[in-house]
């Protein structure tokens, strides 16, 4: 396959963000480069070997509903699903998945492989170039020059990467890979504004050494959830359970007794670490008071013995390594087959970026993933579609696709990122969403699948799929909606047995469906009622609108009040100095951050309303 004189789009990294910003921008039918250091590598996993939970889960139901790989890659790779939070309302329900490692790797290699318009290559890139604030391709480490329209930058944890184990320290991109050392330093030369972060994974253990006959087994859920709207469970390999145990008083003092030679304690690591997956050095020093965490071992694959303990990340030194995983139950005699580690790299404040993602400084450069500021497969999956995407949609002189907060996670990541920068590495919540009873994992291809479609990256089988399930929903709820039950035809003993209690009147099965302790399989028995959808999918969605129905209404109202905000545009060259009554501080922090709406303007931290009020009056006055 001979190579384009200039590509359209080129991705270098392929991780999690490069290999869905790949696909996508190949899927929209632009000519597409892929560089990545190894093609060994491409979609590895860097850390745990799981996809999904709470919040994140949420985020790869939409990539999928987009046409994106991570939920098929897992469906194929998958040993053990679950839904967590499956007690709770549908909102804060989210699907996870312990993956094999090999498998999960080689269904997006084939993925890739397969997908027209796209070139894979492996090389690393050293060098950007860039003409009058615009970049025009790539230089890899044999000096070979790629030009190009578009360019998404997905190096996660690559770029200056220096890892610590102890007091050692060495470069890297991730143990066993190069870091990015001359693209780190001409990233810096082009101003862009750069921090450095840090994260850490756990030593793992080889499992024939491990006593299982002492662990509580965890199984994954029966019937087994399928992640992808086009997957099925026949898709899933072999299901593993995984175990859980804990560590002990020993367990702490052991850690304890090596604090002194901690990098994160001696000061030699500056970055900040990721708040919610912290070190268990960083977790018994700061709940003091908690004799014992839980740690879960999770199997690496079907085809080796390899776990991970989920838990006990650390960068302690080896010794102190081998001690502390031995004081654990289950763990006495366990063979460590790799060292845990931190690794500190450099990211880049997402304040300089456009919704786009694409970089405000140069034209056509597009960042995504990890180099970002996010933790986590799922948000640089995330990012890695929308940054591909809207490369080609510059490429096609299409206008941005920026989803907004109350449309999906991925709006809601992006507007964080930009309008609040980053501090320390964001993960995604569900709670971070304040539009959640709308923006669920259930219904993301209701909301996104149609907005792919017209965007060009949706293709036939998942858009015909799509059209036969949002028909069957409509049918079926207008089904309910004209099938009535009355009070002379019901006997009053179903009417107890499915409602609770007698009808007065008559009612439809719809609003039935409305009484909180009626669900849709329930009523289905009740005589009269019809034959019940025999799509799971279909039925949950009946339900789940109906349940939600009042609420979502409520915040359809509020969505529309603040959409003036959101729609209102501030041109790129607003001086905000001239903005009359903003005080300084508010001032400089518009110039810095140049918001590209007023609502975005509003969630800046320290804009208060009075500002924007003043900001609506400069507008009005037409300046
Ligand atoms: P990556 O997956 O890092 O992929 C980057 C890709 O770019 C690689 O293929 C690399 O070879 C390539 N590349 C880099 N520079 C170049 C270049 N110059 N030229 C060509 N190719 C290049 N996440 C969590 O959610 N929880 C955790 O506990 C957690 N722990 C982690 C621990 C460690 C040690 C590491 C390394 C990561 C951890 N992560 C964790 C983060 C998770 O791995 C990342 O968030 C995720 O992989 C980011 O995806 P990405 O695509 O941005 O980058």
Redesign the pocket.
């Known amino acids: 396959m001979k190579f384009p004189d200039v590509f359209d789009v080129i991705v ?8 869905e910003a790949a696909l996508v921008s190949a899927r929209a039918g632009c000519k597409t480069l892929l ?4 093609i060994e ?2 979609g ?5 070997p799981s996809i999904g939970g709470i919040g ?1 889960g949420h985020l790869v139901k939409e990539v999928d509903a987009l046409g994106g790989a991570m939920a098929l890659a897992t469906d194929i790779g998958g040993i053990q699903f679950r839904i967590l939070n499956s007690s709770k309302g549908y909102a804060v329900r989210a699907t996870r998945a312990q993956a094999d490692r090999m498998l999960y790797k080689q269904a997006i290699r084939t993925m890739l492989e397969n997908q027209p318009n796209l070139w894979l290559f492996q ?4 060098d950007l170039l860039v003409e009058q604030d615009k970049v025009t391709g790539v230089v ?2 044999l000096g070979l020059r790629f030009s190009a329209k578009t360019v998404v930058l ?6 200056g ?1 220096l ?1 610590h184990v102890g007091q050692a320290n060495y470069q890297a ?3 066993g ?4 050392v ?2 780190s330093h001409r990233l810096r030369e082009l101003n862009l504004p750069v921090g450095r972060l840090k ?3 756990p030593p793992r253990i080889d499992g024939r050494s491990i006593d299982y006959s002492v662990l509580q087994e965890q199984p994954g859920d029966d019937p087994v959830p399928v992640f992808s709207f086009m997957g099925n469970r026949a898709m899933h390999p072999r299901q593993m359970p995984c175990w859980i145990t804990e560590t002990s008083e020993r367990t702490h003092d052991i850690i304890r007794g090596g604090l002194d030679r901690s990098p994160l304690f001696t000061g030699a690591i500056e970055g900040v670490g ?1 708040r ?2 912290p070190s268990i050095e960083d977790k018994i020093t700061r709940f003091s008071g908690k004799t014992s965490h839980q740690i879960f071992l999770e199997p690496e694959g079907l085809t080796t013995h390899e776990i991970y303990p989920n838990g006990i ?1 650390t960068s302690l030194p080896f010794d102190v390594q081998l001690a502390l995983v031995r004081s654990i139950k289950g763990m006495e005699n366990a063979h460590i087959l790799r060292p845990g ?3 500190e ?1 450099d990211y880049f404040n997402p304040c300089g970026l456009k919704s786009s993602l694409e970089t405000k400084a140069i034209k056509g450069l597009f960042f ?5 500021g ?8 995330a ?2 579609l929308l940054a591909g995407l809207n490369a080609s949609l510059q490429v096609r002189e299409m206008d941005a696709w920026c989803p907004r907060r109350d449309e999906a996670y991925l709006g809601v990541m992006v507007d964080d990122l930009i309008t609040q920068g980053v501090t320390e ?1 964001y ?1 995604m919540f569900t709670s971070r969403a304040e539009y959640r009873l709308q923006l669920r994992e259930d219904n993301a291809d209701l909301r996104l699948t149609e907005i792919g479609r017209k965007l060009g990256i949706v293709d036939d089988a998942r858009w015909q799929a799509f059209e036969i399930k949002r028909e069957a929903i409509a049918l079926e709820q207008q089904r309910l909606r004209s099938t009535w039950m009355s009070p002379r035809n019901l006997p009053v003993e179903e009417a107890q047995r499915v409602l609770g209690k007698n009808i007065d009147h008559e009612y439809s099965l719809h609003e039935l469906l409305l009484r909180p302790d009626v669900n849709y399989a329930s009523l289905m028995t009740l005589p009269g009622a019809g034959e019940a959808t025999p799509d799971p999918w279909v039925s949950e969605q009946v339900e789940i609108q109906a349940k939600y129905q009042g609420y979502i209404d409520r915040q359809h109202a509020e969505i529309k009040s603040s959409e003036r905000n959101e729609v209102q545009r501030l041109p790129s060259d607003l001086d905000y100095r001239e903005v009359r009554g903003l005080s300084i501080e508010v001032q400089q922090k518009l110039n810095t951050h140049k918001p590209e709406t007023v609502g975005q303007a509003a969630r800046i931290s320290g804009i208060t309303p009075a500002a924007i009020s003043l900001l609506l009056v400069h507008l009005k006055r037409g300046f």
């Open positions: 270098v990294g392929g991780g999690h963000a490069g290999t560089l990545s250091h190894n590598t491409l590895q996993m860097s850390c745990n994140k090389q690393a890139v050293d890899t480490q997905t190096a996660g944890t690559f770029l990467g890892i991109g991730r143990a890979d190069p870091p990015s001359s693209l994260t850490g994974t990721p919610y997956c990340s580690y931190a690794i790299y995504a993933g990890q180099i970002n996010t933790t986590g497969y799922e948000e640089a999956a990012q890695g590495p993960r």
